[in-house]
């Protein structure tokens, strides 16, 4: 087997581990406190993905049951991942009484995939490029996949009106291509994209919500005890009433 077929794996974990440890290290408080469990069930699934890509094409050197807990693992933290961006999600958009309904219904898919992993057992394919899993038990995960998106984009749907516009720019790409991505993958699961989307929903929460050059940006122009400008600011402030007025003579 090529590792070839690993670079796109590769390229998602240096990305997901950068950010993970950029966020570690300046210790950005996200306003839920989910971004840092997304960041490690991404990991996590990155790692996992390239395990199982390496075991699924060794079928004659790797165990039976060895290959099969790697893969029910891989899947498990698909489904975290989707679980965290649910919550994300819900807390960001829903009222107090949904959020309640929320957190209930949260562990209904999840709970569905690790029953179902107990008793479906997980097939193997040989595929032209690569081989790879099949069958009920990756269905049923592809599922719960495809449930907490689907809620999710429903959530901003029905939010549209209150979120603000760079919430709604970020949250409509990501939850469409996240079913989009799950569906082609169940389709033609020789493409291996589930990497891929989870790291582009990483990179676009991080962007949007999670990067903290404006919380440092607004340090330098506002004072922290009392909330109003600081000196900093009101200099900026005169000089772009300086230029405003340069601009209208």
């Not at 999600?89 to 949260?106: D, E, G, P, Y």
């Not at 107990?118 to 032209?128: A, I, M, R, S, T």
Request: proline share 3%; net charge positive.
């Amino acid at each position: 087997m090529s590792l070839l077929i690993l670079r796109e794996e590769f390229v998602c974990l240096v990305v997901i581990t950068f950010i993970l440890c950029y966020t570690a290290v300046y210790k950005i408080k996200t306003e839920h406190n989910t971004f840092f469990r997304i960041l490690i069930y991404s990991l996590a699934h990155v790692v996992f993905d390239i395990i199982t890509v390496i075991t699924v094409n060794n079928l004659e050197v790797v165990p039976p049951v060895v290959n099969s807990m790697l893969h029910i693992l891989f899947y498990a933290f698909s489904i975290a991942f989707t679980m965290a961006f649910y919550e994300y999600i819900v807390l960001m958009t829903a009222s107090k009484k949904v959020q309640k309904i929320a957190r209930i219904f949260k562990y209904i898919p999840a709970f569905v995939f690790a029953v179902s992993a107990l008793f479906l057992p997980v097939e193997y394919v040989e595929g032209n490029g690569t081989n790879y899993s099949y069958g009920p038990l990756v269905f049923v995960g592809y599922g719960a996949f495809v449930v907490y998106c689907l809620i999710c984009f429903v959530l901003v749907v029905c939010n549209h009106k209150k979120l603000e516009r760079k919430k709604k720019l970020t949250l409509y790409p990501m939850t469409g291509m996240m079913i989009l991505v799950i569906v082609i993958q169940a389709l033609i699961p020789e493409l291996l994209m589930t990497s891929a989307a989870i790291t582009f929903v990483c990179l676009g929460l991080f962007a949007t919500f999670n990067n903290p050059a404006k919380e440092y940006r607004e340090q330098v122009y506002w004072d922290a005890a009392t909330g109003i400008k600081n000196k900093n600011g009101y200099k900026m402030q005169l000089e772009q009433i300086e230029k405003n007025t340069v601009i209208r003579k």
